[in-house]
């Protein structure tokens, strides 16, 4: 069972004859959800960038004709639609991150828990993980390690990166995790995989996440029609605070001085929250599930 997915069919309100977008759709846990619950003039356009999870899409999904499975980035949402001659949307999902597919194929370089080639990339093409640690400046991998893993640490592992590399490349995944592991205090080893924030920083980087990210967002919202709803499942605080702040700047109405007696500006509220407080995994989740005990839920209606 995917991540929040009996909240999320809750929070996007499914209509039986809408068209509906899942910009991450993976193996399709939560399409199929949505697809349940359209009638015969509905809709399903399932997008994903990786080259396996559009070949699990088609497969899947290939022979139901209201599914258009499309390969592409979810921040291409509104060339996508055009592209497929859709108008508007009544409803996209959104679910950021790595897939639980990619974490556990080992050769796809994403776990520091399984040796194998260290890339990281979700498309399948471009610049790997690897190239960035054996290639970028002290001072850009300690920004990439600071800012995108929020780690505490990231001087001492850029500088432990940069010993490493001057003896041999750095290739694999269990290999960096050993060099993050020792330039760790050894009184903090203990507390979580010290690899787990550099593997998300670099995986945030290989992708571009939090760039696709805010173009996926504007893109979504503005591919929206009146009354419909864009829902987003996050797994950290970067992406959660991202998202956090663009639908209060949707919501966000008159910008007029406080002390303005009338409003000049004219300004009005261009979304609703659906979810006033992310929703989170319940107990039974939990336990089934481990991988959700960071997920959050955030929903947003279009009023105009």
Known sequence: MPVLFEQTMQVLAVKADGIYLDGTAGGGGHSSGILSQLGEKGRLICVDQDPDAISVLKERFGRDERVTVYPSNFSAIPHIIEDLGIEALDGVLLDIGVSSHQLDCAERGFSYHQDAPLDMRMSQSGQTAADLVNTLSFQELVRILAVYGEEKFAKQIARAIEREREKT?????????????????????????????????????????????????????????????????????????????????????????????????????????????????????????????????????KLR
Do not use: W
């Open 169 to 301: 490349p750095i290739t694999s995944t269990l290999q960096l995790a050993e060099i993050v592991k020792s330039a760790y205090p050894a009184a903090k080893r203990h507390d979580k995989h010290p690899a787990r924030k550099t593997f998300q920083a670099l995986r945030i980087a290989v992708n571009g996440e939090l760039d696709r990210l805010s173009e996926g967002l504007d893109g979504a919202f503005d591919s929206l029609r009146t009354d419909g709803r864009l829902a987003v499942i996050t797994f950290h605080s970067l992406e959660d605070r991202m998202v956090k702040q663009r639908m209060q700047h949707f919501c966000q109405g008159c910008t007029c001085p406080k002390d303005f007696p009338v409003c000049v500006c004219g300004k009005k509220p261009a979304g609703m929250l659906v979810t006033r407080k992310p929703m989170t995994a319940d107990e039974q989740e939990l336990a089934e599930n481990p991988r959700s005990r960071s997920a959050k839920l955030r929903c947003i209606k």
